[in-house]
């Protein structure tokens, strides 16, 4: 059974930093593409960034490019995501997601639960 | 990028059969087949419901069916049933800077 297991949420001031942290199970982690999306409270989904299989290819939003950074350790099946200079409206629900192939197609097979981050002062 | 345009609701009887549109453009849901749909339950992740504009996943019940014509995708749920009662989003690979846009979400309500 696929799980993905978000953590590293939190209460973090504006300009301040957080690291997500996606551990994955039940699947060959390095055979799939993953991806950030995140759920402002009460508002729609909102694709954040993905990186392949391999770790090769990687794409951002225009609303994190230069401030969050996502990588991934296939020996530790492990997904992250580094934000830098978080803003109020980085406020959400932030959900780790796995594709369909190697390659990003963006198109979400399995999601975690979630790891909410608050920024405010 | 701004995201795909869905009605913010549509409701049904059970029984009955609803479709929910997704209107991009041709940079988007016109102009290539990576279209896919979300179900989502109040406080639940989202689930997929439909990839590549018709294919459904393993596991999904065959009354969910998607197409796709010009720059308006479609979601529909045929035999609609109290569990169908969600928020669903479109999705769609784009030109644009922002490589991937959601659309606005539809909340469904079975009557």
């Known amino acids: 059974e696929v799980q993905l297991l978000e953590s590293g949420g939190g209460l973090v001031q504006p300009g301040g930093s957080l690291r997500l942290s996606c551990a994955a199970s039940g699947f060959t982690f390095s055979g799939y593409a993953m991806s950030w999306v995140r759920q402002a409270p009460g508002k729609g989904l909102e694709w954040v960034s993905s990186i392949s299989g391999s770790g090769g290819t990687i794409y951002y939003a225009d609303s994190v490019k230069g401030r969050f950074t996502i990588s991934r350790d296939n020996s530790k099946n492990t997904l992250y995501l580094q934000m830098n200079s978080l803003r109020a409206e980085d406020s959400a629900v932030y959900y780790c997601?796995?594709?369909?192939?190697?390659?990003?197609?963006?198109?979400?097979?399995?999601w975690g639960q979630g790891t909410l981050v608050t920024v405010s002062s | 990028q701004s995201a795909l345009t869905q009605p913010a609701s549509v409701s049904g009887s059970p029984g009955q059969s609803i479709t929910i549109s997704c209107t991009g453009t041709s940079s988007d849901v016109g102009g290539y087949n990576f279209v896919s749909w979300y179900q989502q339950h109040p406080g639940k992740a989202p689930k997929l419901m439909i990839y590549?504009?018709?294919n459904r996943p393993s596991g999904v019940s065959n009354r969910f069916s998607g197409s796709k014509s010009g720059n308006t995708a479609s979601l529909t749920i045929s035999g609609l049933q109290a569990e169908d009662e969600a928020d669903y989003y479109c999705?769609?690979?784009?030109?644009?800077?922002?490589?991937?846009?959601f659309g606005t979400g539809t909340k469904v309500t079975v009557l």
């Open positions: 999705s769609s690979y784009t030109t644009s800077s922002t490589l991937y846009v």
């Open positions: 590549d504009v018709t």
């Open positions: 997601a796995k594709d369909r192939i190697r390659e990003v197609t963006a198109q979400f097979q399995h």
